[in-house]
């Protein structure tokens, strides 16, 4: 162990055992209750701060940050209200399984029992946004609990892991030095299972892997994948929304499953057999009148060969060899021709991403309504790491870039984000401005919440004038590139398929973030 | 009962019930599972709807809707992320005693037992910020929740209802309407306690009576209570921040306890009786180091006339029949001398907007540090509401701006709004420019979570570069005339305190909203 002082207060132990455990990233929002952690935070010097000026912002950075740099950061929030404002974007970060700490500020323990204005059930605020949560009740066991939270944070699968802060156990001394405690590893593969998934294949095409997670994020595994589909005529597809996806040129495509409904159905229907790797059994984003909520034919037999704590490339590997199949060469993906000058189209979007994403990019997908026609684009451009928008909740896309940059300075970040998620957590531009971040905001501008109106029309209605004012953005219209100037982000907007692509290549050669409004 | 169509769908029953119980402005941000109540919206054609582009702006500006009109909004969110984005302001509104009906979509009943995207535990998440919830079961019981949603939320003190709308009960026909049930009314006051009031004002000036709510939207009352303080030399106070206070020239000022703990203890410390009307015991915002939680002297003896479920108009009314007392005049209120031309300063500040407040504003003050410096205007002005944030979570001036300037098109909103909490629901300009909102936002821009500079100080500790990078917004400096421009509000930035007050006086001859950035 390092030399630490030999007294030192609740929170410099907590951000000091944090450290030595491999925590080195604060994102945070803080308050009043926190001014000992910013304290210990600003005298230790051991973690970089990075500010948002919006709670979303802070959790999507953590959650882009985890994605990118395979471990967690930590979170600084203030109170019930901070938390609840972090917690859509904790809700992506947990269905994503990715692994995060925060810590929330409370009122000192002997304040907790008045009606002050920021009292709140704060412990009842975290519960459902959270895997684990523990109030912190000493300043020399408040280390102990950060290194638990840790423990529970960076286990299989990532968890979001809570521990509370009541103000005084931060500023009284005796804080005590905690250790890393080891994680639950991922979960051995049942012999039975895989002995099941080798019958399964032996219904060729009938039969569907669907692989999840650690799979998607290891080209290797998905080689040796392709090399068990090439050798029994299994189909491979991923959920509809995934954490992080290696893609692109000599890497293996997988196919997701559609996010409309009746497309979704419609891809499973064939199946009888499924294998799950890293994944589970796919569900309909809602549900519809008439339409069932499983999207696996009922008929469908279907083994879990990994569950989401299992190890996929492991899982994967043994059935290769159960197989007898070797790793597959990736098809050579063709690039498309670059697009003839013109609008921006669904149809036309892809081929111009192909084109133009920079090599390497951290692609941020929170195209929504246009998540199907972007999709292509990263099989056929450069290799490209793909994010997505993982749990439903709009506005992750700014923040997740932000914290992509900052776990992986060295590579462009590209954000294709959707006009009206992107007002959730626009602050986060800020962000990208003050840490110097190389992200490129693509905004989709279709000028309405245009998903809302097919689903609309999926429970059966159409839209009269007062529905239309809850789903149309043009009244005014957003300018995007005001927005990014007055948090200072340059930007350009662009109406051409050309001069997006342009756009891209410019952006990508200059330091720092910029914007480009896209009018759709 | 007026004519209803013989068969509605659950999501109907409800808004016409809600409409006939005199419902009849709906704040939405809705998603997938809403959209039945989107259609019967439309169909039904009897709310007005206002969408918010973040649910932070949902419900502040339910919250302002409801202070000025005197009752409740009904809001449309979104799941759990969706009621969590909604939450801080929540906080905010229940901490107001403001009256409010929520309807958060969830999933459809059988699609809840599946871990869609979107799942989570909507119940756990609303209730830490809510004073009741419900999930509705049938949609033909759907209505009769709504009402007693309504019930709830209209009793006095007002309370935050929120009803859960699994998404199949909506679309479900067998709606039945369901007519409105009587609220609980106040509390009548014990006469022990009149008994004790008015023992306690024989003490004279070392009697404070500390009035909130409904006192202090009283003019009535109010002056009422200045011939008690007349005849007794009690002095009076109001809590730190209060739902809504009338003030101005012809009124009776009221003083607030002062937000710094030192200040606030100052203040009580020689009072040893203390009567509450329509308050509570006041509570330090904070707990600091070897400060009290309790800010009145621990021998201070209290009574409490009227407690928040209390009617204090009325309390006040029998105290003053027992004291002999008639209703004041308020005194004379000099409008200070306008300052002269210079830089805006904590100083020349409330002379400033004393001289520029339109008759009759509404007056939304999120001044945060700047806030002590901020009051003494609203006495000296023409008559106006000043409405604070309640609840301590920033982020409510801009989405209460646009909320008071439904419930009341006929009055010029004045928004004193700090720079750095402007920023956690900026989205709500693009509201105020949707609906052609007569707002004045003025940006109070000190580039700085200055308040929280004090805070870090109050616990002992000096900040240094890491702090400061957690607590300076100037790195780079926000441009709020470009982002006010982004969501379609004209501004202008000055940093003279004459143009300031040009810059209010245009702004409220003007027709929709304006935002001017005031550099400090």
Redesign the interface.
Known sequence: MKDHPKTMNGAESVVRSLHEAGVDVCF?N????E??F??A???T?LMR?V?G??E?VVTGAADGYARMAGKPAVT?LHL???F??A??NL??AR?ARVPMVNLVGD??L??QQ?????S???E??C???SDWVRSGRHAGSFANDAMEALRVATGKPGRIATLIAP??IG?DDGGVMADALPPNGPVAFDPDALHGAVAALEHGARTVMIVGNGVLEDVGALALLQGIADRTGAKILAP??NRRMERGQGRFPVAKIPYPINDAIARLAGFDHAILIEA?PP?????Y?GKP??LLPETCETVTLAGLDGNGPEAIAALADRMGAQAAKAPAMIQPTPPAAGAITMDNIAAALANSLPEDAIVVDEGVSWGGALYAAGNAARPNSWLSL????I?IGIPLSAGAAIARPDRPVITLQAD?SA??T??GL?TQ??EGSNVTTIILANRAYQ??KG??H??G?Q?????L???N?D??????????????VPGRRVEDVRDLMQAIEDAATEPGPFLIEALL
Not at 114 to 118: R, S, T
Not at 390 to 393: D, E, F, I, M, V
Not at 475 to 488: E, H
Request: proline fraction near 7%; charge should be negative; charged fraction near 15%.
């Open positions: 945070g803080p308050g009043t209750s001014m000992q910013v304290d935070l600003d005298r010097k701060c500010l000026l919006f979303g600084l019930a209200p901070g609840a404002n917690a859509a809700h992506n269905k009122h000192a002997r304040h008045y009606d002050a204005p920021l709140a059930d704060v009842g605020a519960a459902p946004f103000a005084d500023w509809t929304s589970m569900v309909a984003f809602f549900a009148p909520s499983l993982t749990g439903g909740s506005g009206g007002m959730y626009i602050q800020w401005a003050r998903i809302l689903e609309l999926n429970v209605a839209p009269g004038e007062d529905a004012s809850m789903l953005l009244r005014p219209t957003l300018d995007f590139v005001a927005l990014a100037k007055g948090m200072g």
